[in-house]
């Protein structure tokens, strides 16, 4: 089978719903607030550990027309580009919502991005204004953009929009009508894994199908309430946004990714959508608090039995999904594989996870497990309205609404061919239909022997093996054999003892003693020529300040290559 689509139930409710939809995703917006103005949209952590906050639609439509009038008093005009740099938060959101509102486009900016990258961003994309999360970023930001507001002095703008809202009432209606299908909604900058970030530009329509195909395939509920935590300068941010205007549910938004356990408890969703390495932690965290002995021995039995056998679940299972808040009904995992035997486990105890599959140049959820089916190892099916096809070299190609324009001044005459996207990724398609991804197209080792190996498949089966490794980096094109990078999970090291002599810690027998039977343990799974037969543990960690790792934290493979090419090399010798 060389091509793939959604089941034709939702091909034709998705038909249906476009009939109807929204032109732009500010009138998405404004059309969901109008139909709900009473239910909860966010809500916000409370001060000082107090309870959340909740906005309901109507006040969130309040704080979106008075920013959008505040930036069009300030001389917005259509399409001109607004930066945001900051976390996640609800006022991120608003911003957002009223940059499409007027009829502008927001440049999305990691908060994590170093001056440089920053600078490239905004000036290559044309930026006129930016919202920034407080004066922490206004050094960065200020030099290249016309005016900067802080969230804190939000305030201010919203009263300049009040302003001229009193003294044309129809104003931001107006502005919002003005946009058309086709007209640029976001630029958002790939995370660069090579050279410097590519602006994609995505326009209205594409996000507005995003969150009718995503609704026509009735995986999310009006009553569910999402846990968002995940960066909105990525894609999969923004396409969460549309999923929640197009179905109506609440989210629960905080960025601060070290209060997630604690959040979990209080909010208790029924949808999170995550990144792989969160669902490696509670894998490795719930497997070193359970141990040996008679508790491991029980909850190994349990996960065996499954979260439908009523005395396992009972006993063991539905604690563990009591640490979730007791509600969850799934999880969503995007941005990078998930090891297939821990979305495995999590299905055993009753947390299914839906793996996905996009790119920033396909608004990011573009193929996606269907919670009720899922088929582990794979990405799924593909949104209704989006074809799948596997090239003859084994490339990934897509083919609908959802892709981008283009990049913003540069050619992607060799991405974009006869409207089909050339993902860079390398697949084939199961029997049932589902989508596998085997690696990237240029990351694909080549040894001197020959033989091919597929790199990520192999760090993220280590993964899963070792609660120690944080990221790896398979290595071995034109070598003889594979060799691995090994950085250790901060979090993980520290609870160790012996971990505040950091350089001395990775040296020491029980560290590498714990890595080696990891590594044996995956080699045992593996062909000969992709096992890993020797490896180094780095004496620091990886960073986005290195340049080792995207803000988005994948591995920049080439430039982590060459930064430990002597370590690399001494694996040879």
């Given at each position: 089978?060389?091509e793939?689509?959604?089941?034709p139930a ?7 719903l ?15 607030a109008?139909r ?21 639609w109507a ?16 001389g ?5 580009r ?14 957002d ?7 502008g486009?927001?440049?999305?900016v ?11 961003i905004l ?9 920034v ?9 200020a ?26 009432p ?10 058309r ?17 590519k ?5 209205h ?5 995003q ?13 569910d309430v ?12 923004k396409?969460?946004l549309s ?5 109506g ?38 497997g ?5 002995g008679?508790?491991?021995r ?50 055993a ?8 599959y ?13 919670p ?8 799924g ?6 074809r799948?096809?596997i ?5 990934i ?21 006869d ?13 049932r239909?589902?989508?596998r ?12 022997n ?8 192999v ?7 070792c ?26 090291a ?7 002599d ?22 045992a ?11 180094v ?13 995207t803000?988005s ?21």
């Amino acid at each position: 089978m060389t091509e793939c689509t959604a089941p034709p139930a939702e091909e034709a409710l998705l038909a249906e719903l476009r009939r109807d939809g929204p032109p732009s995703f500010g009138a998405m917006f404004l059309v969901r607030a109008d139909r709900t103005p009473e239910q909860v949209a966010y809500r916000r952590p409370g001060a000082a550990g107090g309870p959340w906050r909740p906005q309901t639609w109507a006040e969130t439509a309040r704080a979106v027309r008075e920013i959008a009038a505040g930036l069009i008093a300030m001389g917005l005009r259509p399409e001109d580009r607004v930066a945001i740099v900051s976390a996640t938060r609800v006022e991120w959101i608003e911003a957002d919502f009223a940059v499409m509102c007027a009829g502008g486009a927001t440049t999305t900016v990691y908060p994590s991005s170093s001056p440089d990258e920053v600078e490239h961003i905004l000036t290559d994309s044309g930026s006129r204004f930016a919202f920034v999360e407080d004066d922490s970023h206004r050094a960065k930001v200020a030099p290249h953009v016309e005016q900067v507001i802080s969230f804190e002095d939000l305030d201010e703008l919203r009263a300049r929009g009040r302003d001229a809202l009193g003294g044309d009432p129809r104003l931001v209606d107006r502005a919002t009508a003005a946009v058309r299908p086709g007209d640029l909604a976001t630029l958002i900058y790939t995370s660069g894994t090579t050279g410097k970030p590519k602006g994609v530009r995505i326009a209205h329509d594409a996000w507005v199908y995003q969150g009718l195909a995503i609704q026509a395939m009735g995986i999310v509920r009006p009553d569910d309430v999402g846990y968002l935590w995940l960066p909105l300068s990525h894609a999969f941010g923004k396409a969460l946004l549309s999923c929640q205007l197009s179905v109506g549910f609440e989210f629960a938004v905080d960025g601060d990714v070290s209060r997630i356990v604690q959040r979990l408890a209080e909010v208790r969703p029924t949808i999170m959508p995550a990144v792989p390495r969160i669902f490696e932690k509670v894998y490795a965290g719930v497997g070193a608090t359970v141990g040996g002995g008679l508790k491991g021995r029980l909850f190994a039995w349990a996960v065996r039995a499954g979260h439908r056998n009523p005395l396992a679940d009972r006993l063991v299972l539905a604690k563990v999904r009591a640490r979730f808040g007791g509600r969850m009904r799934y999880f969503i995992s995007g941005a990078s594989a998930l090891s297939p035997d821990i979305a495995a486990w999590f299905g055993a105890i009753g947390l299914p996870v839906a793996e996905g599959y996009g790119l920033t140049e396909s608004c990011a959820t573009t193929i996606f497990n269907r919670p009720d089916d899922p088929e582990y190892g794979t990405v799924g099916r593909p949104l209704p309205g989006t074809r799948v096809r596997i090239a003859e070299d084994g490339e990934i190609l897509l083919r609908g609404p959802g892709l981008m324009s283009g990049y913003h001044q540069r050619d992607s005459g060799d991405v974009l061919v006869d409207g089909w996207l050339h993902t860079g990724d390398i697949g084939e398609i199961t029997e049932r239909g589902s989508l596998r991804i085997t690696d990237r197209k240029k990351d694909l080792i080549k040894t001197s022997n020959g033989k091919y190996v597929a790199p990520q498949a192999v760090e993220a089966r280590f993964k899963a093996l070792c609660p120690l490794a944080g990221h790896i980096v398979v290595h071995g094109d034109n070598r003889r054999y594979i060799t691995a990078l090994i950085d250790l999970d901060a979090d993980e090291a520290a609870k160790r003892p012996g971990s505040d002599d950091y350089p001395a810690f990775v040296r020491s027998p029980e560290v590498i003693g714990e890595v080696s039977r990891a590594i044996d343990e995956l080699n045992a799974g593996l062909n000969s020529w992709e096992t890993i037969k020797k490896f180094v543990i780095l004496d620091h960690h990886l960073d986005v300040e290195g340049g080792i790792l995207t803000p988005s934290m994948k591995i920049r493979r080439r430039a982590a290559e060459e930064r430990y090419r002597s370590q690399l090399d001494s694996l040879y010798q």
